[in-house]
């Protein structure tokens, strides 16, 4: 099972403020990862797909990096709206399987 | 627009069965991989099962395996899961969500409230 390591668990920002959340595989993975958002009560969303596409109508400061088993998904100018939790997740083998999550929280 | 409801959470026994479904919309239902993620209070998100556009390939994760069953009826745009022999750990918020080519997720019902006790 490939295992996904998420960090920090909870990052503290002011809006405006670029946000850098990071996922670590142990194994390779490619490509083959996704970032979803989530906030309080409603089901996730699809924001990164093969570590760097946005998905269907996801702004452009949201935006999605490999280097080899490290992938990190940033925000380049934090909206009141991105205060959420972010959930990376490898789409490569069976079981599938996600990170424990990043809090994005206000500062 | 592409929509997901599932229906069938509830509070159940421990050993003690339920159904979920989830109800499709807006997009061509035979066409696409479905699967259930869950989330326990509190806690992350749990890939559960993925069931193939035809219905004729089956994942589970461990945690499930032997206890519940993913089907599709692509007649009524409907997905199931089958869930036997429930223990408090199965104790979750089900999520239905339609799968991409890749195996992750671009569309996800709202949930269903799955509650195990006594």
């Known amino acids: 099972e490939i295992v996904l390591t998420q960090s920090p668990a909870t990052l503290s920002l002011s809006p405006g403020e670029r946000a850098t959340l990071s996922c670590r595989a142990s194994q390779s993975v490619s490509s083959y990862l996704a970032w979803y958002q989530q906030k309080p009560g409603q089901a996730p969303r699809l924001l990164i797909y093969d570590a760097s596409n946005r998905a269907t109508g996801i702004p452009a400061r949201f935006s999605g990096s490999v280097s080899g088993t490290d992938f990190t998904l940033t925000i380049s100018s934090l909206e009141p709206e991105d205060f959420a939790v972010y959930y990376c997740q490898q789409c490569t083998s069976w079981p599938l399987t996600f990170g424990g999550g990043t809090k994005v929280e206000i500062k | 627009q592409v929509q997901l409801v599932e229906s069938g959470g509830g509070v159940v026994q421990p050993g003690r069965s339920l159904r979920l479904s989830c109800a499709a919309s807006g997009f061509t239902f035979s066409r696409y991989p479905m699967y259930w993620v869950r989330q326990a209070p509190g806690k992350g998100l749990e890939w559960v099962a993925h069931?193939?556009?035809?219905?004729?390939?089956?994942y589970y994760a461990d945690s499930v395996k032997g206890r519940f069953t993913i089907s599709r009826d692509n007649s009524k745009n409907t997905l199931y899961l089958q869930m036997n022999t429930l223990t408090a750990e199965d104790t979750a918020v089900y999520y239905c969500?339609?799968?991409?080519?890749?195996?992750?997720?671009?569309?996800w019902g709202q949930g269903t409230l799955v509650t195990v006790s006594s």
């Open positions: 069931i193939s556009y035809d219905g004729s390939n089956k």
């Open positions: 969500a339609r799968g991409t080519g890749n195996l992750n997720f671009d569309y």
